[in-house]
Antibody, heavy 116, light 110 residues
């Protein structure tokens, strides 16, 4: 069974940077595209980024130019480098496995709080 | 990248059926069959319930079913059980390598 464990969240000041990590196990990580999805407090889910098996990446407008998704297939890991953080980036960030246009396995999430 | 529209709440008694709608546009729900539904118990990881608007992943009870007509997709939960009480989110591929979610529906089992 697929397991995804996020880490790296925490309290960061506006304008700061943070790098999230996701450790994958229980499946052949290199065979799957991966995503980051977030949920702001009291709000719904928001897709923010995708990386395919070969490293092609896509972003939501809300994070394009500030966030960078990457993966290390040798380490079974997914990353999200977040720069120029804003208060509106405060959210639980989920690492999510892709099932051809759907999201079939989710981590428990890591909380990012952007506040001074 | 506008969010899909879901009713904020829905409810039903045990054993009853409830349907949750998800309205998009001709650029997302109306243009692609890639609509999916997720069950989210707060504090837990969301769970995929329906993909490709009507397919159920292995392990999801057949009490859960999905459909789509035009720009609106629907999730129906039949034979409501207490454990079905959760937040439900729809999602759709929106072209241009973008995915959108609905705002979520809180399902209450009375």
């Amino acid at each position: 069974e697929a397991e995804l464990v996020e880490s790296g969240g925490g309290l960061i000041q506006p304008g700061g940077s943070l790098r999230l990590s996701c450790a994958a196990s229980g499946f052949t990580f290199s065979s799957y595209s991966m995503n980051w999805v977030r949920q702001a407090p009291g709000k719904g889910l928001e897709w923010i980024s995708y990386v395919d098996r070969g490293g092609i990446v896509y972003y939501a407008d809300s994070v394009r130019g500030r966030f960078t998704i990457s993966r290390d297939n040798a380490q079974n890991s997914l990353f999200l480098q977040m720069n120029s953080l804003r208060a509106e980036d405060t959210a639980v960030y989920y690492c999510v496995r892709d099932l051809h246009f759907a999201f079939d396995s989710w981590g428990q999430g890591t909380l990012v709080t952007v506040s001074s | 990248q506008s969010a899909l529209t879901q009713p904020p709440s829905a409810s039903g008694s045990p054993g009853q059926s409830v349907t949750i709608s998800c309205t998009g546009t001709s650029s997302d729900v109306g243009d692609y069959n890639y609509v999916s539904w997720y069950q989210h118990h707060p504090g837990k990881a969301p769970k995929l319930m329906i993909y490709d608007f009507s397919k159920r992943p292995s392990g999801v009870p057949d009490r859960f079913s999905g459909s789509k007509s035009g720009n609106t997709a629907s999730l129906t939960v039949s034979g409501l059980q207490a454990e079905d009480e959760a937040d439900y989110y729809c999602s759709s591929f929106a072209g241009s390598n973008i995915w959108v979610f609905g705002g979520g529906t809180k399902l209450t089992v009375l």
